[in-house]
Every structure is written in structure tokens, then in C-alpha cells.
């Protein structure tokens, strides 16, 4: 499903976006039916006069998505290469943001640079391409009949996160948001400086690693053995060991 919430002129009010976030939650205006999406990709944000800060106003919309169980993907944000340069309302704790690689996954300039505005966490979360992208297209020169172009932004990045959480919960149709998120940061490619950072978030998505992430674990087999009555030691038995686990997720504690 697609919400229009931008003019012919690619202008848009705040009524218009409040009235799209509304309309997500309850598409068919039925409450008896579920409806709503599970994962919502938005390539837009606030103007570059608002580079830097945390500006909320969507924020209560994109807390109640997520409070549904809808994942809510923002594009990071074309304002880099500086740092602190988050935009809302990819930068509030509750959004998905992702950033833009090229194809020799090296940051593009344009993307936007953490820490948040908003709570100071790492941002963007992930990273995917988004330099040079080949797509259908409408407005930026494709003609008829090939009607494709060659694009970049992180508005080109985040669609193909927000994708590979639909894949993930089409294999996995009972996670949680938390759980799917977890599993995509737990799982990515780390780039740039070891561990997360202000650049690349958490790393390059990596949908396999986070389908592999999701799975049950299967202890491995270990020889443990027991004495016997001359004091020698014996074989006994292969038995499954019992994985060591902390923490409440199921992600990672199933």
C-alpha cells in the first residue's frame, strides 16, 4: 500500500503527513479488521534547516505505529558529511534509519552522520546502497518504454531495508519489531571503525546473517566422560550441551 502525503510540486503539509500516519493504522477505517502494515518505509524528513535538530512532531504518530507492531523505516537523510547531522523524524529512538554505501561500501557524502539529535544514540541504525541505484522511475528522466533512471539518496537505501524486514517476516511471521531490528543490528557487516558508530551505524544490512541470527540454536555434541571402578576414565556418552544464556530476548535466548 502506498500513502500520498506530497503535492505535485513535492510539497507537504503537517496535516497531510498526520493525516497519512493516521490512515496506516487503520487503512479500511474498520477497526474489527487488521489491516495495518508491518513495515512502513518513509523516504522523506524535515528541510535542511532542521539539520541537527530533534524536531517531534511526528514522534507520538511513530510511537503509536510501533506500539501496533508496524516497524517504521526512515531514510537517514541526505544533509552529511558532517557530523551531528540527523534529521527527524529519522532520528527519534522509535524510527529505523538507514544510511547510504556505493558499491565499494564506503559511505556516500551525502549521508547523513550521527550521533542523534533526539537521544544521543548511534545513528543511522544501518547502512545499505544507495549510491547509483537502477529503478523505475518517473520524474528523474527515465523514458518510455525503459522508464528506469540511476538514483541516489538514503531515500534508495532505506526501501531496501524496509523490504528485507518484510522477507524476514514473511519467514518469521511472529517478531516482534524489537526482535526484527535486533536481529538486523546483531547481524550486519560491521564497516568503517570497529563496533558501531556515528557513520555507518551498526553496519551494512545483511539479510541472511539475520535470518541465521533468528533461528533456534543447535547446541553442539560433547564427550564427557565419568570414572569407573579402577579409577580409569571411560566414554560414556555424547550429550547435547546446554547453550549458557542471559537476558529475556528470544532473539537471543530462545
Known amino acids: 500500500m502506498a500513502v500520498r502525503i506530497f503535492n505535485d510540486l513535492g510539497e507537504a503539509t503537517l496535516s497531510a503527513v498526520h493525516s497519512g500516519f493516521q490512515w496506516l493504522l487503520d487503512p479500511d477505517d474498520d477497526p474489527a479488521t487488521d489491516d495495518l502494515p508491518d513495515v512502513v518505509n518513509n523516504s522523506w524528513g524535515f528541510d ?7 524536531e517531534d512532531d ?29 534529521i527527524s523524524p529519522a532520528n527519534y529512538p522509535e524510527s ?5 554505501v556505493d558499491s ?47 538514483v541516489s539518496g538514503t531515500s534508495f537505501a532505506a526501501p ?43 553496519g551494512l544490512v545483511d539479510l541472511a546473517a539475520a535470518h541465521a541470527f533468528l533461528q533456534p540454536s543447535q547446541p553442539a555434541g560433547i564427550l564427557f566422560y565419568v570414572p569407573i571402578i579402577t579409577g ?7 550429550k547435547p550441551a546446554q547453550p549458557s544464556c542471559s537476558g529475556s530476548d528470544p532473539a537471543v535466548c530462545p
Open 48 to 54: 535542511e534547516a532542521d539539520v541537527g535538530k530533534c
Open 58 to 86: 511526528f514522534r507520538p504518530a511513530v510511537q503509536a505505529l510501533r506500539a501496533a507492531g508496524v516497524a517504521v523505516v526512515f531514510a537517514a537523510g541526505n544533509t552529511g558529511p558532517g557530523p551531528a547531522t540527523s
Open 96 to 100: 529505523f534509519a538507514v544510511g547510504a
Open 104 to 150: 565499494a561500501l564506503t559511505i556516500a557524502d551525502f549521508s547523513a552522520r550521527g550521533p542523534s539529535a533526539c537521544d544521543g544514540g548511534i545513528f543511522p541504525d544501518l547502512a545499505a546502497p544507495g549510491v547509483d541505484v537502477r529503478t523505475t522511475d518517473l520524474i528523474f528522466g527515465g523514458t518510455s518504454p525503459d522508464a528506469y533512471a540511476t
Open 160 to 202: 531496501l531495508v524496509a523490504g528485507g524486514m518484510a522477507l524476514l517476516l514473511s519467514a518469521e511471521p511472529e517478531l516482534t519489531v524489537d526482535r526484527l531490528e535486533r536481529a538486523l543490528i546483531r547481524s550486519a557487516v560491521d564497516l568503517g571503525s570497529p563496533g558501531s558508530d556515528n557513520v555507518y551505524g551498526h
Open 232 to 238: 580409569a576414565a571411560a566414554r560414556n556418552a555424547e
